[in-house]
């Protein structure tokens, strides 16, 4: 099955640091434009990092300075360094990007993965 998997995620104390990872799997070749997002109970799905097709950054000012997103192509994945963490970073944390099948481009979107800072 073609999708994206994110992994990486875990219990970290508040100043740890976590790095998210969110790989191609099946027939998807290179992956394209990609943002991290995080959701938490009751509340609407966050961007936090975005990373396009050339490579250019952006981020939610709440992680500005602690996350960088970067890319690996000859891997197939993005990844998202946590630094600094803080108790209100806790989330299920999802990436959604374009993934190249073929010569088709489409957009999928991961399972999540849980991340979780303890004061």
């Known amino acids: 099955q073609d999708k994206l998997v994110e992994s990486g995620g875990g219990l970290v104390q508040a100043g740890g640091s976590l790095r998210l990872a969110c790989a191609a799997s099946?027939?998807?070749?290179?992956?394209?434009?990609l943002d991290w997002y995080r959701q938490t109970p009751g509340e609407q799905r966050e961007v936090v990092a975005t990373?396009?097709?050339?490579?250019?950054?952006k981020y939610a000012d709440s992680v500005k300075g602690r996350f960088t997103i970067s890319r690996n192509s000859a891997e197939n994945t993005v990844y998202l360094q946590m630094n600094d963490l803080k108790p209100e970073d806790t989330a299920v944390y999802l990436c959604?990007?374009?993934?190249?099948?073929?010569?088709?481009?489409?957009?999928?979107w991961g399972q999540g993965t849980q991340v979780t800072v303890s004061s």
């Open positions: 099946g027939a998807i070749t290179r992956i394209g434009a």
């Open positions: 990373i396009d097709s050339t490579d250019s950054t």
């Open positions: 959604n990007g374009n993934g190249l099948v073929g010569h088709t481009w489409r957009g999928y």
